[in-house]
T-cell receptor
Framework: EADIYQTPRYLVIGTGKKITLECSQTMGHDKMYWYQQDPGMELHLIHYSYGVNSTEKGDLSSESTVSRIRTEHFPLTLESARPSHTSQYLC?????????????FGPGTRLTVT | KNQVEQSPQSLIILEGKNCTLQCNYTVSPFSNLRWYKQDTGRGPVSLTIMTFSENTKSNGRYTATLDADTKQSSLHITASQLSDSASYICVVSDRGSTLGRLYFGRGTQLTVWP
């Protein structure tokens, strides 16, 4: 069972607000990821990190930013939320097992911007 | 372009029946293929993972097959239960990066009726 946590699980906020979605894992994994998923659609990678002080943008352009100051913590921030940011955000971490990377997902944050 | 296509998009079956979900991919170079189960409002959970040399792998009532030549995979669920209602996502990893890059299908939404 993976130990990766996300808070809040659900968030409804107004346009223009600054928000931070929290993600933490207790497995000591170096690699962490943020995905965005709309209903009925595939997951899209928006940010990833190889380790502390390493962050990269993913395939899907996102106005969000991330930071990786500690191995276990990978928060995602939206400076000014808009309705177009309404989506589910999934955090994941991975470790190399038997020659391949196994990704473990958090429960997700369902964000609604009104 | 690396892609993962799943069919059917949605499926309704009666409790106790079997079903088979399909996945076609064009990801290259291929590393491994995973099937995830995602309950509504939750993060994906890994069911099986197969490498190039593996043709079939089972996890309880779930059996996945892989034909690396035709780039097709299937997930067979036997004796379905109400708790099997979820989205089943096919995910393919490439060998081309140290990131362990994943390509996601849109999933098959399975509903099991009593």
């Amino acid at each position: 069972e993976a130990d990766i946590y996300q808070t809040p699980r659900y968030l409804v906020i107004g346009t223009g607000k600054k928000i931070t979605l929290e993600c933490s894992q207790t497995m000591g994994h170096d690699k962490m990821y943020w995905y965005q998923q709309d209903p009925g659609m595939e997951l899209h990678l928006i940010h990833y990190s190889y380790g502390v002080n390493s962050t990269e943008k993913g395939d899907l352009s996102s106005e969000s930013t991330v930071s990786r100051i500690r191995t276990e913590h990978f928060p995602l921030t939206l400076e000014s939320a808009r309705p177009s940011h309404t989506s589910q955000y999934l955090c994941a971490s991975s470790a190399r097992l038997a020659g391949r990377y196994e990704q473990y997902f958090g429960p997700g944050t369902r964000l609604t911007v009104t | 372009k690396n892609q993962v296509e799943q069919s059917p998009q949605s499926l309704i079956i009666l409790e106790g029946k079997n079903c088979t979900l399909q996945c076609n991919y064009t990801v290259s170079p291929f590393s491994n293929l995973r099937w995830y189960k995602q309950d509504t409002g939750r993060g994906p959970v890994s069911l099986t993972i197969m490498t190039f040399s593996e043709n079939t792998k089972s996890n309880g009532r779930y059996t996945a097959t892989l034909d690396a030549d035709t780039k097709q995979s299937s997930l067979h669920i036997t004796a379905s239960q109400l708790s099997d209602s979820a989205s089943y996502i096919c995910v393919v990893s490439d060998r081309g990066s140290t990131l362990g890059r994943l390509y996601f299908g849109r999933g098959t939404q399975l509903t099991v009726w009593p």
